[in-house]
């Protein structure tokens, strides 16, 4: 009689565990790895799967076969170390002081609580490599934290860019000691890390989470030759007419179209070095327990500088960006669409339907709270979280959100980007704000700008935001003019003030 109760307890136990969706009924013992494979300034039209011509992906294209590929996910910011900060954190990059990239005593604070640091704490091994760019671990005097004090028990990485190519400069350090001279590319030098890392973690041994980062196809654009010449032909030339540039006009002061090459050669080999980590996964048989992340940092570069037209920056190496934004608006920095929507594509075999294409917005903040509700770990109580778990989504089904999302613009280019977009389902509100003042210090305007005028769009009807609504849908741009108004009153009064912050 007992063996009977006991059999029934268990039944019941497990019966009522697979009706409820929620991610308590995964197991201590069979929790799963995660890892997040972030490439830098590949654009949302950038692969194959995502409806490119020229650039050969089949590596990235056959994860999305695999798993599902999202049309509606987006980068947490607009450039690199506050999308990179957002999405460690589950936090808006102004709550942390990210108002623009690292630098200026700018950086990712050791009061602030990381998903790696929370999954650590619950039995997981962590690993990350590649591009950093959140404190300056390579200088003492700024004691600032590195890559360890945010959760991560494994490093390789280089706090910001490095020359890509055999001559690689020795800006990589490995668990807080640098590393020296390098011979190989950026992303194989990643990939090969962590393999050799994931070589040694046992099956039975505590599950794990990689966070992988690469350079490309980040300017500089030095692919090997062999990518590069792959690209050089009547066809690709062909092609490139086809291509769109988010209505961002592109260089006509001199002749770049040679450039091309490079970048689509980048982009090609970055989809090879993710294919040797793929098969190293499934040798080690960890392709069923493991979900794979692919996405982008923020949106693609180009080759105009906004600084150019005023003659205090002329960058050649943004000659060679050729990235895409697809039928979106706006590129890297801008706070349109374009800026932000990138590539997103999630591999959970065996809960996620292979093949899928999945509408549900995700952004950049929302990994952090997802991933802490698939592994049972409550969200911290003494900060505000701006993501909001979208398990669900994760498992392939459409998910619709409680709360509308804020993008914002870095703030040194506010004077050529619209410094905050707010996206409510299908409609995008853009914010223009009042202008800084010459000899207002950058913390002040941040501290007191105000949007003043707006402009509102539909994208379910025009993806590309060519039609501005707000003078057709007053009712609509009120409400949602009152939501923007109230998360940027907030941000401003949670965001950090870096004295080292003056006007420029």
């Given at each position: 009689?007992?063996?009977?109760?006991?059999?029934?307890?268990?039944?019941?136990?497990?019966?009522?565990?697979?009706?409820?969706?929620?991610?308590?009924?995964?197991?201590?013992?069979?929790?799963?790895?995660?890892?997040?494979?972030?490439?830098?300034?590949?654009?949302?039209?950038?692969?194959?799967?995502?409806?490119?011509?020229?650039?050969?992906?089949?590596?990235?294209?056959?994860?999305?076969?695999?798993?599902?590929?999202?049309?509606?996910?987006?980068?947490?910011?607009?450039?690199?170390?506050?999308?990179?900060?957002?999405?460690?954190?589950?936090?808006?990059?102004?709550?942390?002081?990210?108002?623009?990239?690292?630098?200026?005593?700018?950086?990712?604070?050791?009061?602030?609580?990381?998903?790696?640091?929370?999954?650590?704490?619950?039995?997981?091994?962590?690993?990350?490599?590649?591009?950093?760019?959140?404190?300056?671990?390579?200088?003492?005097?700024?004691?600032?934290?590195?890559?360890?004090?945010?959760?991560?028990?494994?490093?390789?990485?280089?706090?910001?860019?490095?020359?890509?190519?055999?001559?690689?400069?020795?800006?990589?350090?490995?668990?807080?000691?640098?590393?020296?001279?390098?011979?190989?590319?950026?992303?194989?030098?990643?990939?090969d890390e962590a393999i050799d890392w994931l070589?040694?973690?046992?099956?039975?041994?505590?599950?794990?989470?990689?966070?992988?980062?690469?350079?490309?196809?980040?300017?500089?654009?030095?692919?090997?030759?062999?990518?590069?010449?792959?690209?050089?032909?009547?066809?690709?030339?062909?092609?490139?007419?086809?291509?769109?540039?988010?209505?961002?006009?592109?260089?006509?002061?001199?002749?770049?179209?040679?450039?091309?090459?490079?970048?689509?050669?980048?982009?090609?080999?970055?989809?090879?070095?993710?294919?040797?980590?793929?098969?190293?996964?499934?040798?080690?048989?960890?392709?069923?327990?493991?979900?794979?992340?692919?996405?982008?940092?923020?949106?693609?570069?180009?080759?105009?500088?906004?600084?150019?037209?005023?003659?205090?920056?002329?960058?050649?190496?943004?000659?060679?960006?050729?990235?895409?934004?697809?039928?979106?608006?706006?590129?890297?920095?801008?706070?349109?669409?374009?800026?932000?929507?990138?590539?997103?594509?999630?591999?959970?075999?065996?809960?996620?339907?292979?093949?899928?294409?999945?509408?549900?917005?995700?952004?950049?903040?929302?990994?952090?709270?997802?991933?802490?509700?698939?592994?049972?770990?409550?969200?911290?109580?003494?900060?505000?979280?701006?993501?909001?778990?979208?398990?669900?989504?994760?498992?392939?089904?459409?998910?619709?959100?409680?709360?509308?999302?804020?993008?914002?613009?870095?703030?040194?280019?506010?004077?050529?980007?619209?410094?905050?977009?707010?996206?409510?389902?299908?409609?995008?509100?853009?914010?223009?704000?009042?202008?800084?003042?010459?000899?207002?210090?950058?913390?002040?305007?941040?501290?007191?700008?105000?949007?003043?005028?707006?402009?509102?769009?539909?994208?379910?009807?025009?993806?590309?935001?060519?039609?501005d609504l707000s003078g057709l849908l007053p009712?609509?741009?009120?409400?949602?003019?009152?939501?923007?108004?109230?998360?940027?009153?907030?941000?401003?009064?949670?965001?950090?003030?870096?004295?080292?912050?003056?006007a420029k």
């Amino acid at each position: 009689m007992k063996t009977t109760k006991s059999a029934l307890i268990l039944f019941f136990g497990l019966t009522i565990c697979s009706l409820i969706s929620m991610p308590s009924c995964v197991s201590e013992s069979n929790k799963p790895n995660i890892i997040i494979f972030l490439t830098d300034d590949l654009g949302y039209g950038d692969l194959g799967c995502y409806g490119n011509r020229i650039i050969k992906t089949p590596n990235i294209d056959k994860l999305a076969s695999q798993g599902v590929r999202y049309t509606d996910f987006h980068a947490a910011g607009t450039v690199c170390s506050p999308s990179r900060a957002a999405l460690l954190t589950g936090r808006h990059p102004y709550r942390l002081g990210f108002y623009y990239i690292l630098g200026g005593g700018a950086h990712l604070q050791a009061s602030e609580i990381t998903l790696p640091s929370l999954l650590q704490k619950e039995g997981y091994n962590t690993f990350f490599a590649g591009k950093w760019h959140l404190t300056h671990f390579d200088r003492p005097k700024a004691k600032q934290p590195d890559p360890a004090d945010h959760g991560f028990d494994y490093w390789f990485a280089t706090v910001v860019n490095a020359f890509d190519g055999p001559e690689s400069p020795g800006r990589f350090y490995r668990n807080g000691e640098p590393v020296g001279e390098l011979n190989d590319w950026y992303c194989n030098l990643i990939v090969d890390e962590a393999i050799d890392w994931l070589e040694e973690q046992n099956e039975d041994q505590a599950p794990f989470f990689m966070e992988i980062c690469t350079h490309g196809p980040h300017t500089p654009i030095n692919p090997p030759d062999s990518y590069a010449a792959a690209y050089d032909n009547d066809e690709v030339e062909r092609l490139e007419d086809e291509v769109g540039y988010g209505y961002v006009p592109r260089r006509d002061d001199k002749d770049i179209e040679a450039h091309k090459k490079f970048y689509y050669g980048t982009v090609s080999q970055i989809d090879d070095a993710f294919g040797r980590l793929m098969k190293a996964l499934d040798i080690k048989g960890l392709d069923d327990n493991t979900i794979v992340i692919f996405t982008s940092d923020n949106g693609p570069e180009y080759p105009v500088n906004f600084m150019e037209s005023r003659g205090e920056w002329d960058d050649d190496i943004r000659d060679k960006c050729f990235g895409s934004p697809g039928p979106l608006r706006g590129m890297k920095r801008f706070t349109y669409e374009g800026g932000h929507r990138v590539p997103g594509i999630i591999r959970w075999l065996g809960t996620a339907k292979s093949g899928q294409v999945n509408t549900s917005i995700i952004n950049g903040t929302d990994l952090f709270p997802t991933i802490c509700d698939l592994v049972n770990i409550p969200l911290p109580d003494d900060r505000v979280i701006d993501g909001e778990s979208m398990l669900h989504a994760f498992k392939g089904k459409y998910q619709q959100r409680q709360h509308p999302v804020v993008w914002s613009a870095p703030v040194h280019e506010y004077e050529f980007v619209p410094p905050m977009t707010l996206r409510d389902e299908n409609f995008l509100l853009v914010g223009f704000f009042n202008g800084k003042k010459p000899e207002q210090l950058w913390m002040d305007w941040i501290k007191t700008a105000k949007p003043e005028k707006y402009a509102l769009y539909d994208l379910d009807k025009d993806i590309g935001q060519q039609n501005d609504l707000s003078g057709l849908l007053p009712d609509k741009t009120k409400e949602l003019s009152d939501k923007m108004k109230d998360k940027w009153n907030d941000l401003q009064h949670d965001s950090p003030v870096w004295p080292q912050w003056k006007a420029k």
